[in-house]
């Protein structure tokens, strides 16, 4: 028997029994639909995590300082010299100091600012672009000055576009605005335009120490990431004798892991979505099974008429197949009309730009699994369907 013979007996008998082949086809639907909305999903957060850790710069290294007591320490100077002697590796290097410091402006006080002290060349590592007036400078650090450079959503909430030469107080100081950053996220409140950099000198008398813990260096190339964490590394290790004494991490080995992370979550949900495509065959082996008794009679004449086993083993394998496929592909337009809807919900709701974006992949391969799942389940009704006795289905009432 021709395929396209084959397969018109088979939608036949499919939409004779629309609700019932339906039913069948749930359970594929439903877990074709769910492996591709949370691969989908798994890519809006590997794409959501990627990009904000790049905002940070994946050119950066980060280093902490834990230290081992008073007797042993680096200074920013030290620190400063690591640099200037690697100049095959960094660009640049920048103190960071962290302040825990309240900003206001009069009688309005923003929670969520965050106040940093910073080096002169934190600008050009972290490729902000100024849209007024001057980032933080190296006299600024040389003479702890009360000036400071400010994010753009600063501007806009307190100064209404207008914050040169401005002041902001910060723990019960006053500091000098001489530069704006242009806007860089979405400027809203917590954001990376809702910071103000000082100088680190100046950060750290605000917070009262003359140790700073933290810096950022910035390689000319990301390749050569390994060979310039193991420069840190070494110069550090001969200070303190400890690898407990310090921390250097790269963005992207963060994003790294932070990836792989993501991508475990993902393969575990999707194989536990994975269940209902299961569910789904055993529905299907158990509607064909249905099937072939109800259609015995028929079977029996089709091989009275000469119609050989494998014929109708064929018949009934490419119904099951075809229940199966068209089951897959309305999972596929399930799914992708979920991951639409989960994106906008996400927006509105948590107010993050994370789109749901199925992979080809996931899509070829959910349907590929579903379609061969119904062949698999329909085997064993198929094979019981071409293996009746002929006279034994004529006689079935």
Same mark, same amino acid.
């Given at each position: 028997?021709?395929?396209?013979?084959?397969?018109?007996?088979?939608?036949?008998?499919?939409?004779?029994?629309?609700?019932?082949?339906?039913?069948?086809?749930?359970?594929?639907?439903?877990?074709?639909?769910?492996?591709?909305?949370?691969?989908?999903?798994?890519?809006?957060?590997?794409?959501?995590?990627?990009?904000?850790?790049?905002?940070?710069?994946?050119?950066?290294?980060?280093?902490?300082?834990?230290?081992?007591?008073?007797?042993?320490?680096?200074?920013?100077?030290?620190?400063?010299?690591?640099?200037?002697?690697?100049?095959?590796?960094?660009?640049?290097?920048?103190?960071?100091?962290?302040?825990?410091?309240?900003?206001?402006?009069?009688?309005?006080?923003?929670?969520?600012?965050?106040?940093?002290?910073?080096?002169?060349?934190?600008?050009?590592?972290?490729? *902000?672009?100024?849209?007024? +007036?001057?980032?933080?400078?190296? @006299? &600024? #650090?040389?003479?702890? =000055?009360?000036?400071?450079? $400010?994010?753009?959503?600063?501007?806009?909430?307190?100064?209404?576009?207008?914050?040169?030469?401005?002041?902001?107080?910060?723990?019960?100081? *006053?500091?000098?605005?001489? +530069?704006?950053?242009?806007?860089? @996220? &979405? #400027?809203?409140?917590? =954001?990376?335009?809702?910071? $103000?950099?000082?100088?680190?000198?100046?950060?750290?008398?605000?917070?009262?120490?003359?140790?700073?813990?933290?810096?950022?260096?910035?390689?000319?190339?990301?390749?050569?990431?390994?060979?310039?964490?193991?420069?840190?590394?070494?110069?550090?290790?001969?200070?303190?004798?400890?690898?407990?004494?310090?921390?250097?991490?790269?963005?992207?080995?963060?994003?790294?892991?932070?990836?792989?992370?993501?991508?475990?979550?993902?393969?575990?949900?999707?194989?536990?979505?994975?269940?209902?495509?299961?569910?789904?065959?055993?529905?299907?082996?158990?509607?064909?099974?249905?099937?072939?008794?109800?259609?015995?009679?028929?079977?029996?004449?089709?091989?009275?008429?000469?119609?050989?086993?494998?014929?109708?083993?064929?018949?009934?394998?490419?119904?099951?197949?075809?229940?199966?496929?068209?089951?897959?592909?309305?999972?596929?337009?399930?799914?992708?009309?979920?991951?639409?809807?989960?994106?906008?919900?996400?927006?509105?709701?948590?107010?993050?730009?994370?789109?749901?974006?199925?992979?080809?992949?996931?899509?070829?391969?959910?349907?590929?699994?579903?379609?061969?799942?119904?062949?698999?389940?329909?085997?064993?009704?198929?094979?019981?369907?071409?293996?009746?006795?002929?006279?034994?289905?004529?006689?079935?009432?």
């Amino acid at each position: 028997m021709k395929f396209s013979r084959t397969l018109r007996l088979a939608l036949k008998s499919i939409v004779t029994s629309k609700g019932r082949s339906f039913l069948t086809m749930l359970g594929i639907i439903i877990g074709v639909a769910a492996v591709i909305l949370i691969v989908g999903f798994g890519n809006g957060m590997e794409g959501y995590v990627t990009d904000s850790f790049k905002s940070m710069g994946t050119n950066l290294l980060n280093v902490n300082i834990t230290g081992r007591g008073s007797t042993r320490s680096v200074s920013v100077d030290d620190m400063y010299l690591i640099s200037d002697e690697n100049i095959d590796l960094f660009s640049a290097m920048s103190p960071m100091v962290t302040v825990d410091a309240t900003v206001k402006l009069g009688t309005t006080e923003l929670d969520e600012t965050t106040v940093m002290g910073v080096g002169e060349d934190y600008i050009n590592m972290k490729m *902000y672009e100024l849209s007024n +007036g001057r980032f933080i400078a190296y @006299a &600024d #650090n040389l003479s702890r =000055s009360k000036v400071c450079t $400010v994010g753009s959503y600063i501007e806009d909430e307190l100064f209404s576009g207008d914050a040169i030469g401005q002041t902001l107080k910060i723990n019960g100081n *006053y500091f000098e605005i001489v +530069g704006v950053l242009e806007e860089s @996220a &979405d #400027n809203t409140e917590g =954001s990376s335009d809702d910071y $103000v950099y000082l100088p680190y000198t100046t950060a750290a008398k605000l917070l009262g120490t003359a140790d700073i813990s933290t810096y950022s260096y910035a390689m000319l190339n990301e390749e050569q990431s390994e060979e310039s964490i193991d420069v840190l590394e070494g110069v550090l290790y001969k200070v303190f004798s400890s690898e407990d004494a310090y921390r250097v991490n790269s963005i992207s080995e963060i994003i790294d892991t932070m990836t792989s992370m993501i991508n475990i979550v993902v393969i575990v949900l999707s194989i536990i979505a994975s269940i209902s495509l299961l569910v789904g065959g055993v529905g299907i082996m158990n509607i064909m099974l249905v099937s072939v008794s109800e259609r015995t009679r028929e079977i029996g004449i089709r091989k009275a008429l000469g119609a050989k086993r494998k014929d109708i083993l064929f018949q009934f394998v490419i119904e099951a197949g075809t229940i199966s496929a068209i089951g897959g592909f309305i999972g596929i337009l399930t799914g992708y009309a979920l991951s639409s809807v989960a994106t906008i919900v996400m927006s509105m709701m948590m107010s993050v730009d994370i789109k749901v974006s199925p992979s080809l992949w996931s899509v070829a391969l959910a349907f590929g699994v579903s379609a061969g799942i119904g062949i698999l389940f329909g085997f064993l009704p198929a094979r019981r369907a071409a293996y009746l006795n002929p006279i034994d289905a004529l006689r079935y009432e």
